[in-house]
């Protein structure tokens, strides 16, 4: 993992709150967003937590190219994201996906129902905004 990757990764880490809106669309186009808890793995990998019967979840069944921006005031770093998104519901693998998010977001787990699944979101596409120089610099990264 390239340098600026790590810090970038690192950036979303040390973040709090950790919250992120997703972006996603029906098999129409037809878009839906929301502000979601995240959490991320040491290969960049983005965790949320849903309920299954959501509009989100829908569309990625449908269409699993999805969106994310983390950081939204003028006064910090911005990070855009594209990727695929898949839905993790049950099995070992859930097991350890349920962990792992609620290690990083233990407060959310007053949400967490029969119905809870995971998100979980590959990035393909970077873009970092950071509003703290001057001029605010850009950065790209295709993954």
Request: charged share 20%; glycine share 2%.
């Amino acid at each position: 993992m390239q340098e600026t990757i790590r810090t970038i990764l690192q950036y979303l880490k040390d973040k709090q709150p950790k919250l992120a809106v997703i972006a996603t669309a029906d098999v129409n186009k037809k878009p839906e967003c929301a502000v979601m808890g995240y959490a991320i793995t040491d290969i960049l990998t983005i965790i949320l937590s849903t309920h299954k019967n959501t509009r989100k979840v829908l569309n990625i069944s449908e269409n699993p190219q999805v969106a994310v921006t983390i950081g939204w005031t003028f006064t910090e770093v911005n990070i855009q994201i594209e990727g695929i998104a898949k839905i993790v519901v049950e099995g070992e693998h859930y097991n350890m996906t349920e962990a792992f998010f609620f290690s990083q977001n233990p407060h959310a787990k007053t949400f967490k129902t029969a119905d809870t699944v995971f998100i979980e979101i590959k990035p393909t596409w970077i873009r970092k905004l950071d509003l703290l120089s001057h001029p605010p610099k850009i950065e790209e990264y295709t993954l």
